[in-house]
């Protein structure tokens, strides 16, 4: 049977789609055709003890011949920290990560954002933020891994990081800055395609949707679609997000005209509560990945100036 030699990991609106898309097209990698839900294996439990021959039947039952590289995409890996990369290691120990780190101030914001256009969320990122730590202790049940309001959970990258390294040596490590992806693919995609032994180094694909997740005007309405729609409400958003569709039914419409043409910016006072909460981390990530995390703070301090009016 067919088994995988690389994951597609980082963290939960870190890129990891948009990385996706892009190798999906290379004629060496085979990914699962599905794209939503993530497989979440290792992460989650009640996923996991369906056991490993249900994972690679469910995954890599029709893998073609001429495919070198095998993955998948979890978002939810880096995030599980030694708990996931020991559970992975047991049965993949040469598993190969490529990890989509984006800037952990703008990615909390963009988490809230999707759990918010999910309908999952009924506070403001500030009152969010302020609650977090309670929240996700109070949370049970399945919610208490998912941990949809761990928005800044998710961000310490050099914790978690140290954690896989416990079980992975740095070489089967592939740490790529979110942004850089997006901007420059053609020079990251050639680092990847090496990291993942292609023949194919050269290979450019078309390019691949983004997905972002637009601002909700109001929760509270959106929580309420959330119940009315049911099952329906997810398939409704996913094609609002990907199409920006308009030409939709009259009842349906209520939800397209509860979301923001364009992402919303970050607040200021929660930008500020939010580099003072990542700054170490940020510090501490440094060395351990091969682009400069400082760029980050950077880009902040001109975001903040913007945001107090010095901007142009």
Known sequence: MNTPNFIIGGTAAGGTSYLYELLIQHPEIYLPQERIPEPHYYYKSWEYEKGLKWYLKRYFHDVPKCKVALGERS??????????????????????FIFMLRNPIQRAFANYRFTALQGLETLSFKDALLCEKERVRGSKGIWSEIQPYDYTGRGFYARQLKEFLEFFPSEQILCLKSEDVTRQNVSI?????????????????KEAPKHTSLSVIDIALQSRLRKHFGDDFSYLVNTIRSEQRADLKKE?????????????????????????????????????????PHKWLEEESVLANTLRGGGA
Do not use: H
């Not at 978002?75 to 190969?96: E, H, N, Q, R, V």
């Open 75 to 96: 978002s939810s890996y880096l995030y599980g920290g030694a708990k996931t990369a020991s559970k992975i290691a047991k049965d993949f120990p040469k598993m190969k």
């Open 189 to 205: 995609l050639r680092k990847i395609y090496e990291f993942l032994e292609l023949k194919d180094t050269d290979f450019i694909p």
């Open 252 to 292: 349906s419409k209520m939800l397209f005209d509860n979301l923001l043409p364009q992402k919303e910016t970050i607040s200021l006072d929660c930008q500020e509560l939010l580099i003072s909460l990542y700054t170490n981390e940020i510090e501490a990530l440094q060395g351990m990945v091969d682009f400069d």
